[in-house]
């Protein structure tokens, strides 16, 4: 499988894995659309770069998260909320690696065992994690309320395109 040098998340970005090649450098496996190939960065990474890419700042973005859901461990982050791009982190089985998945991209959440979980996305790729089903569940309700939260805050209504002139004028 070839690979790329870089990427950055866009909208048919569903999930970003860590595979190891045989000399243990962490590479990243990209889940797009209904397309699956190579970038030769890790996950974190990649993300990292996006979040450069887009003129913000990761840390911002957890920073920013951990105030509006009151938790400061581990929680989604938003991306980009007008295309409703929350990023939930986990971890491969066994602790191998990390999961980077796009929360609108997932179709359902089947139960392995009690410490692990597969994610089906709406593209039909099956990416297993080291997550049980309640606790992505519930990273994934953070995740929701999250989107809402900054939508509300950002005046934006989810259902109609925001036009500034507009509401400058109502305003006025």
């Not at 569903?14 to 595979?19: D, R």
């Not at 959440?109 to 994610?119: G, S």
Request: aromatic residues 8%; positive net charge; proline residues 3%.
């Amino acid at each position: 499988m070839n690979s790329k040098k870089e990427y950055i998340i866009n909208l048919r970005t569903s999930a970003l894995v860590s595979k190891f090649d045989h000399y243990g450098n962490e590479r990243t496996l990209v889940f797009e659309g209904a397309l699956t190939f190579l970038v030769d960065l890790p996950p974190d990474k990649i993300v990292e770069k996006s979040y450069q890419y887009i003129g913000r700042s990761l840390k911002g973005a957890i920073s920013g998260a951990r105030h509006i859901l009151r938790k400061s461990y581990k929680v989604p982050i938003a991306y980009s909320i007008k295309h409703d791009i929350i990023l939930i982190h986990c971890y491969r089985p066994k602790n191998v690696g990390k999961v980077w998945l796009v929360n609108s991209h997932i179709h359902q959440l089947v139960e392995n065992d009690n410490k692990q979980c597969t994610v089906i996305t709406k593209f039909g790729h099956r990416i297993p994690t080291c997550m049980k089903v309640s606790k992505l569940q519930d990273k994934r309700n953070q995740a929701t309320f999250l989107h809402k939260e900054l939508l509300y805050r950002s005046n934006i209504d989810p259902l109609k395109d925001f036009d500034v002139d507009k509401n400058h004028e109502q305003n006025e």
